[in-house]
């Protein structure tokens, strides 16, 4: 996210207020938020990550360009990022904005059309964790939130530059 700059992290003024209700994975049965470290826990579990490999008759996300809309400090912004999906539910890329290049890795899961990354800065990761909509013929779509080191988090949204291809299904 562009302003979690590499030289510091996004700011404790979020506009959030309510912890933001996207899924299940980002609470509890008492809608507690989870921090920086058990979202990265969760992504990492082996149990997460589910491809093509695993659900050969679904939509995989397009590898390639996306545009990154975000909340911070009560204004909305917008970021470039590049992703790479595996065929193995792994997913690699970089934040590219503002002339800085943060390496980040992750998960996806088919199954759930759950994402999960870890962005990577001089201080420290932000996660980032969101659904997926992913329709033939249309952008692949993510929306999710960012949680960063000191609980602050924010709203992001994903949409890719190339659109979705519909399985190919073996007969």
């Not at 990022?81 to 992750?106: E, I, K």
């Amino acid at each position: 996210l562009a302003q979690a700059s590499e030289s510091a992290p996004p700011s404790a003024s979020s506009p959030m207020g309510a912890w933001p209700s996207v899924n299940s994975i980002e609470e509890c049965c008492a809608c507690r938020p989870k921090g920086v470290e058990e979202l990265r826990d969760i992504r990492q579990a082996a149990c997460f990550p589910s491809g093509l490999k695993e659900n050969p008759t679904s939509c995989q996300p397009p590898s390639g360009s996306y545009l990154c809309t975000y909340t911070e400090n009560g204004g909305t912004y917008t970021s470039q990022y590049s992703l790479r999906f595996a065929d193995d539910g792994m997913v690699r890329g970089t934040l590219l904005d503002a002339g800085t290049s943060v390496p980040l890795d992750g998960a996806y899961n088919l199954w759930t059309m759950r994402i999960a990354w870890g962005e990577h800065f001089s201080w420290g990761s932000l996660e980032v964790s969101a659904t997926m909509a992913l329709t033939p013929g249309k952008p692949a779509h993510l929306d999710g939130i960012y949680v960063a080191p000191g609980g602050i988090t924010g709203r992001c949204t994903f949409s890719s530059e190339d659109t979705v291809v519909a399985p190919t299904i073996p007969y």
